[in-house]
């Protein structure tokens, strides 16, 4: 089965609106006639109202870097679904590494913001990787077993087609450090095997798997080559049109 590969931009807490409307004007243009992938950016919310208007006709999309599993109530400072769909955002981060470091997101959290995202039709990119001391202790597999697990429980084979799962290795992002294409490959291999036993082979042949990490022009290509890797998460290289544009088109 082919998959249409993602490039994604995530600008994390970066840009003013005016710097992300400077950002689109400038970036449209350069992936204009560009089908063989498809595209979204990340902003922070309160860019929502100028990236997604100025995106409007393009194949550009555009989602949130997080979202509530609750649907409304006394959640100061959070997103709703319905917050997001109604400025039209159709894509959300769920579980970034930084949501889990900094903002104690578990597994089930993870699994409940996935639940609410499918249920109101989001594209949900779910985000699962290990930190330095789990890989060194020789526990990636045991760690992205536990965490796509979690992520998935209470998921149908039917409920799972709009799935994105990006692999960070979170001893790799904003670091400069990068896992080879091989060991990236390597992992996206466990985590398709490990959907594979949760929903079935055919499921796990469909959904893509994004590499984030430090991904940059000089290394998105030896990455986009692995049979595994289907697309990119990109931080730090994706807040110039220019950088960005040269990752979409590896």
């Not at 600008?11 to 449209?28: G, H, I, R």
């Not at 499918?118 to 536990?146: D, F, M, N, S, Y």
Request: aromatic residues 6%; glycine residues 8%; charged residues 20%.
């Amino acid at each position: 089965m082919a998959r249409k590969a993602l490039i994604a931009a995530n600008w994390k807490m970066y840009k003013t609106p005016a710097e992300a409307q400077a950002f689109v004007d400038a970036f449209l243009p350069l992936v204009a006639s560009h089908t063989r992938d498809e595209i979204a950016l990340f902003p922070s919310p309160v860019l929502l109202p100028t990236v997604i208007p100025a995106c409007k006709g393009s194949k550009v999309a555009v989602g949130a870097q997080n979202i509530h599993f609750a649907e409304e109530g006394a959640y100061t400072g959070e997103t709703s679904v319905g917050q997001l769909k109604a400025v039209g955002g159709t894509h959300t981060l769920i579980g970034h590494s930084e949501r889990r470091q900094y903002f104690a997101e578990t597994d089930e959290i993870v699994n409940k913001k996935l639940h609410t995202a499918l249920k109101h039709g989001l594209v949900p990119v779910v985000c699962i990787g290990e930190v330095l001391e789990e890989r060194e202790a020789g526990k990636t597999e045991q760690v992205l077993k536990t965490q796509v697990t979690g992520a998935f429980a209470g998921i149908t084979a039917e409920m799972a087609a709009s799935i994105v799962i990006a692999y960070e290795p979170v001893w790799a992002i904003g670091t400069g450090k990068t896992a080879t294409p091989e060991m990236a490959e390597e992992a996206h291999k466990m985590i398709r095997a490990e959907v594979a036993k949760l929903l079935g082979a055919e499921i796990a042949a469909g959904m893509r798997i994004l590499y984030g990490g430090s991904v940059k022009p000089d290394n998105v290509t030896a990455l986009m080559a692995q049979e595994d890797i289907d697309g990119a998460l990109v931080g730090g290289a994706s807040l110039k049109a220019d950088s960005f544009e040269k990752i979409v088109k590896y």
